[in-house]
Antibody, heavy 123, light 108 residues
Framework: QVQLVESGGGVVQPGRSLRLSCAAS????????MHWVRQAPGKGLEWVTI????????FYAESVKGRFTISRDNSKNTLYLQMNSLRAEDTAVYYC????????????????WGQGTLVTVSS | EIVMTQSPATLSVSPGERATLSCRAS??????LAWYQQKPGQAPRVLIY???TRATGIPDRFSGSGSGTEFTLTISSVQSEDFAVYYC??????????FGGGTKVEIK
């Protein structure tokens, strides 16, 4: 079955960097766009970014634009999120999620989700 | 940006009762709306997409309706495993993809 496993979370000081990974299995990774969605403690869901099936296109939420970079390695079935200039307000559980659309036909929804990895930005 | 508003914030129901959750979009999203369920300590999972299509494996007590700006998620007879937070999400006009603030369904 489809499995998404995030890693790389932890405690980081404000202004520092962190890279998250999401290992995918159970589906043809290179056929699908992939998202990152985050959830601050006790809060709702916030979409962060999407990357196309081939990595040629990306979009970002305004709150992270210019600081976060999404990328993927289809040979390793792995999605990444490079987070720079981290702020306290970036503290959240970060989920990766598969877009159900195939190839260039993004749907813009999330199915399924990984279990998430917690990022805490604190001095 | 399309703003999604869910009501009520908390819904108290007894097992076996019907639960009706609402979601409103600030502009038309046609039928490009999904519902997710999130239990404590777990990732969200999709229940409904296309406003009314149940995702694979979702029990038929869950149903979605609406189009344009007004949507409803109905649980026909709430079971113990249904107590959770429910989010709506639009995927009509993006980026950004946007979620409602959630409705918590709790035991009455």
């Amino acid at each position: 079955q489809v499995q998404l496993v995030e890693s790389g979370g932890g405690v980081v000081q404000p202004g520092r960097s962190l890279r998250l990974s999401c290992a995918a299995s159970g589906f043809t990774f290179s056929d699908h766009g992939m998202h990152w969605v985050r959830q601050a403690p006790g809060k709702g869901l916030e979409w962060v970014t999407i990357i196309s099936f081939d990595g040629s296109s990306t979009f970002y939420a305004e709150s992270v634009k210019g600081r976060f970079t999404i990328s993927r390695d289809n040979s390793k079935n792995t999605l990444y999120l490079q987070m720079n200039s981290l702020r306290a307000e970036d503290t959240a559980v970060y989920y990766c999620a598969k877009d159900p659309g195939y190839s260039s036909s993004w749907q813009g929804r999330f199915d399924p989700w990984g279990q998430g990895t917690l990022v805490t930005v604190s001095s | 940006e399309i703003v999604m508003t869910q009501s009520p914030a908390t819904l108290s129901v007894s097992p076996g009762e019907r639960a009706t959750l609402s979601c409103r979009a600030s502009q038309s999203v046609r039928s490009n709306l999904a519902w997710y369920q999130q239990k404590p300590g777990q990732a969200p999972r999709v229940l409904i997409y296309g406003a009314s299509t149940r995702a694979t494996g979702i029990p038929d007590r869950f149903s979605g309706s609406g189009s344009g700006t007004e949507f409803t998620l109905t649980i026909s007879s709430v079971q113990s495993e249904d107590f959770a937070v429910y989010y709506c999400q639009q995927y009509s006009n993006w980026p950004p993809l946007t979620f409602g603030g959630g409705t918590k369904v709790e035991i009455k």
